[in-house]
């Protein structure tokens, strides 16, 4: 399995800025999409954004505008630029990485699911 550490998180008020980050880790060749979830108190997980290898991006209409995802494929890491933030922003974000390509011929699908501790994000009104 990936391993995957998301970092960044923190308390900021409405109308603040936050950048997320989240590395997978382990003899990686290549992840062919790397993505952010978020699950806010008492509601199901949902998709934030994703990035293709390619650079390919996918938003949830809630945050088009306001985030930005970015990777660097060098460093299987990616980004979460999130600006106007809004109390609703509110949430644990996790990271997630799809076809990942391992150094010893291995492939792991996708590593939802398999959830790494997530990081808070706080929007205070």
């Known amino acids: 399995q990936v391993q995957l550490v998301e970092s960044g998180g923190g308390l900021v008020q409405a109308g603040g800025s936050l950048r997320l980050s989240c590395t997978a880790s382990g003899s990686i060749l290549d992840i062919n999409a790397m993505g952010w979830h978020r699950q806010a108190s008492g509601k199901q997980r949902e998709l934030v954004a994703d990035?293709?290898?390619?650079?390919?991006?996918n938003y949830a209409d809630s945050v088009k505008g306001r985030f930005t995802i970015s990777r660097d494929n060098a460093r299987n890491t990616v980004y979460l630029q999130m600006n106007s933030l809004k109390p609703e922003d509110t949430a644990v974000y996790y990271c997630?990485?799809?076809?990942?390509?391992?150094?010893?011929?291995?492939?792991?699908?996708?590593?939802?699911?398999?959830w790494g501790r997530g990081t808070q994000v706080t929007v205070s009104s």
């Open positions: 997630l990485a799809d076809g990942v390509k391992y150094s010893d011929g291995g492939y792991l699908t996708t590593s939802y699911g398999n």
């Open positions: 990035i293709t290898i390619g650079g390919r991006t």
